[in-house]
């Protein structure tokens, strides 16, 4: 980087409470009134607030001390402060720095995308392992108070704070209604669940040989009053994220029990439900005692809930998955994992858990080419077969792929060829249809 002269970057007249001690740059406050000061001071110019962040600063912190951690952020202080001499730059909090510059459009991209930390021998501190991400506000604002772009700028370093191939984010109209939608949904969810929003609907799984109901699975929507209809893909993994999915689930496999009791009050023998149990529920230590006394409670037995292992979230807990599954099957639930072929899950697992079907994802059957026996899907089926694992196939559309799939020798299937998730009174009568 090219290092142009002696910055005047700070405001000599400032109090020295102002400045933030370890870097030398305003601390948050200072940063916000003086910035605010200087957009109000030139109405003619635009400006761009940029935010930065060490990716990996924990693991620099934990690996070479805090010292070095500390080192680090001075010395990227005294840089900003050499970049260009009109900018103004603050700490905006532990080791993120926030800076108003001159906009100078798209090569501000390219120019902070292709940004490295100067080399070791130059700051004397180890800097290969640390990745710097930012995020910019394009063009701020003037009528609006600064902290607002830095909100905006904000917005933009999250979008791409997990995104291997991008170090810059720019915030712009899209990015800015999907983070307020994510908002929207967390403050709704806990009154959803208390004003009984969250609606469970039952997808058919069919035994393709006789053409009958052997199964169903639990799929949740959200039926909100002035939000509307959502599919679960609009608000599972922002629950997988806050960990609310927890409590959801709770609802959700309570939801299901009490159905099948209803069911089998009634005198229509129900067939196996399976409920969906995401990776995130396995953080809960007595999570198999809740699932037996839920079960339990409605007097059911063990063989009519059946468990699947999303695959939606990836997790680090697998001791913690092992043991709960191994308690699981003892009580004589069955498990099923999801989404087998495009999960998170390895193949070695598979000979460690207890998985009683694997449920084959819908894209395995799209990439299939029903001329070759050498697809992922006729191998996937030969392990299944060959581990005496059953196999469901989700997602089977058309009368095509139904054929493949009897060929292969898959028994069971679930997919819009047969039904879509159904409201509970649907499912009611295709069940008894279907017997
Ligand atoms: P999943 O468990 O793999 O469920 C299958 C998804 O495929 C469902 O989407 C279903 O509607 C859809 N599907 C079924 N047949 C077909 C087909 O023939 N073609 C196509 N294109 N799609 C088909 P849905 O209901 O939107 O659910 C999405 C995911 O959300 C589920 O994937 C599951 O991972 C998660 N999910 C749903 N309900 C719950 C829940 O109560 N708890 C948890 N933790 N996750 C849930
Ligand atoms: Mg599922
Ligand atoms: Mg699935």
Redesign the pocket.
Known sequence: MDIPNMPKMMNKSCDPLEIDKLTGLYTREAFLKYADEKIKNNPGVRFNIVISDFVNFKHFNERYGTEAGDLLLKRTGEMLQLIDPDIIAGRYSADRFVTLMRHIGVESVQFLEDFRLPPQAALELPTTSITVKFGICDDVDHDKPVSVSCDHAYIALQSVKHNYKKNVGVYNEDLGRSVMEELIIEENMKNALDERQFV??Y?PKMDVETNKICGA????RWIHPELGFM???AF?PIFEKNGF?TE??LY?WKEVCRSLDEWKIAGLDPVPVS????RI?FDTPDLAEKITAIVDSYGLDHSLFHI?L???ACSDNSAAIFSIISKLHDAGFVIEL??FGAGYTSLSSLSELEYDIL?F??SLLKKDKPSSDKTVLTVAMQLAQMMNLKVIQ????TAEQLERLKSLGCVIV????YS??LPKDEFVEFMKNHR
């Not at 699975?217 to 949740?220: M, N, T």
């Not at 409920?275 to 995401?278: A, E, K, L, P």
């Not at 989700?394 to 559309?397: K, P, Q, R």
């Open positions: 469970v609907y997808q699975e639990a799929l949740v599919n679960p893909g599972i999915i959801m689930d959700v409920s969906n149990v995401s529920d699947e999303t695959e939606s999801d989404d449920k994802d819908m989700e997602g089977v559309e679930q997919g819009f060829y879509k998730p």
